[in-house]
């Protein structure tokens, strides 16, 4: 959906834009400029702290003020006393906040969170659904949740559900 792999068949169209249609450089233009991806397995950099963790993709889309947004992320989600620690000194619920604060940096018109509570205990995962709900809310950003667990789910406007790659249901709320 995120432009992240090819589509095997079908057409993936996201913002108005076919994105199967789009060369490498336009794929990575759409989602540096419109997407926020939040994986279940953080994708941090482990040499960088958390506050470059969330600053170097604003850096690297040329916005000045990338360690002030990025600041200002992590405290939304609680973070400002870890700025400066690395991955490696984090809990895995902080390691996805820090994921959590990079999605949303940007300020996304879609955020695509795969499996974000998959690698965490219950009270971790409730805090961080919190927060993606949230950060929909701040930013106004379309929230597309790939889950398992039905309860959270239930949170969402609309239920899409797949098997075998096809759509079985979908519910609007």
């Known amino acids: 959906m995120g432009g ?5 068949g079908g057409t993936v ?3 108005g834009h076919d994105l199967g ?26 040499t960088m702290t958390a506050l470059e963790n969330v600053a170097t993709p604003l850096e690297l ?19 400002a006393h870890r700025l400066d620690h690395y991955p490696a000194q984090l809990s895995g619920g902080e390691q996805q906040r820090v994921a959590l604060a990079r999605a949303a940096a940007p300020c996304p018109d879609i955020v695509l969170a795969d499996e ?5 205990d219950s009270a971790n995962g409730a805090t961080i659904v919190d927060l993606l709900f949230d950060l929909r809310a701040r930013h106004g950003s379309t929230l597309v949740l790939v889950t398992h667990d039905p309860a959270l789910a239930q949170r969402c406007d609309r239920v899409i559900q797949l098997r075998d790659g096809c759509i079985v249901t979908s519910e609007a709320a």
Do not use: C, W, Y
């Open 4 to 8: 992240l792999e090819r589509a095997t």
């Open 13 to 15: 169209k996201a913002l």
């Open 21 to 46: 249609a789009l060369s490498e450089d336009q794929l990575a233009t759409m989602r540096r400029n419109h997407f926020g991806v939040v994986f279940q397995s953080f994708h941090l950099i482990p």
């Open 61 to 79: 889309a040329g916005q000045s003020d990338a360690f002030e947004r990025a600041q200002e992320e992590l405290t939304a989600v609680g973070l």
């Open 116 to 120: 974000p509570t998959g690698n965490l």
